[in-house]
């Protein structure tokens, strides 16, 4: 029997992909110790609408790349929930705005 684990932790927002309004992904910061920039699965719709929300105010610092990918980077002190996958591939799934 397969058993997957994922932990709920807490991660800034350094960033987003696609248009601000409707973010496709989002670039975190995860944890304290100041890894690197890493790209969160797909929004669902409706987050990625409240999260635009959130974002809609915010200071845009410049292009960046983060796993290979550009992203917008912004200056905002926002946290969010996701779920770190512990499999090989350690997929962030954002479950919802702190």
Do not use: I, Q
Not at 44 to 66: D, K, W
Not at 69 to 98: C, F, I, K, N
Request: hydrophobic residues 40%.
């Amino acid at each position: 029997m397969k058993a997957r684990h994922a932990d709920t932790v807490d991660a800034l927002v350094l960033g987003f992909t696609g248009p601000r309004f409707r973010p496709h992904h989002l670039v975190l910061a995860v944890g304290d110790e100041g890894g690197p920039a890493r790209v969160s699965a797909r929004l669902e719709p409706v987050l990625a609408v409240r999260v635009g929300e959130a974002l809609s105010g915010t200071a845009v610092v410049g292009e960046r790349r983060a796993e290979g990918e550009p992203y917008t980077r912004v200056e905002t002190d926002m946290v969010v929930e996701v779920l770190a996958g512990s499999g090989r591939h350690g997929t962030l799934t954002v479950t919802r705005m702190r």
